[in-house]
């Protein structure tokens, strides 16, 4: 019982940190198909109610909110990135979006704490999210 007990304590040492950065990964992907929800929920809303917003993407607070006129200081809507996943550049950004006019160029990079990084982009021509790999260089 001993020896079996050795054994399995032994295979679990061994598998435990590939499957941390299983879950590392898992936790980047999801959060990646949540952003391109996100800025997708966001333009249809403007397209939807026919008022202008504004998206903001906050990486000092790791968030992201859409402001609009009737909402004011107070974000119409707000996406919270989870722990260990952090918004891949320094400055804020502030993307504007106009009922019936061209989306904006929409690019912004999740890494999580591993260094494993995805782009999610926004075509300005369809609107359709593009959720892209991003090799890391040495």
């Keep these: 019982m001993l020896i079996v007990v050795a054994i399995i304590a032994t295979l679990a040492s061994i598998s435990f940190p590939s499957l941390i950065s299983g879950l590392a990964g898992i936790r980047l992907s999801s ?15 403007v397209e939807r109610r026919e008022q202008a917003a504004a998206i903001v993407v906050e990486p000092a607070k790791n968030r992201i909110v859409v402001f609009t006129a009737i909402s004011g200081d107070k974000p119409a809507s707000e996406l919270n990135l989870p722990p ?12 504007m979006i106009y009922p019936g006019g061209a989306f904006p160029r929409i690019s912004l990079i999740l890494k999580n704490e591993k260094g494993a990084r995805r782009r999610i982009s926004i075509d300005p021509v369809t609107a359709v999210p593009k959720i892209e790999r991003v090799e890391v260089t040495p």
């Design 31 to 45: 959060s990646a198909g949540d952003v391109a929800s996100f800025f997708t929920s966001s333009m249809n809303r």
């Design 84 to 95: 260990g996943i952090l918004i891949d550049a320094q400055d804020s950004a502030r993307y």
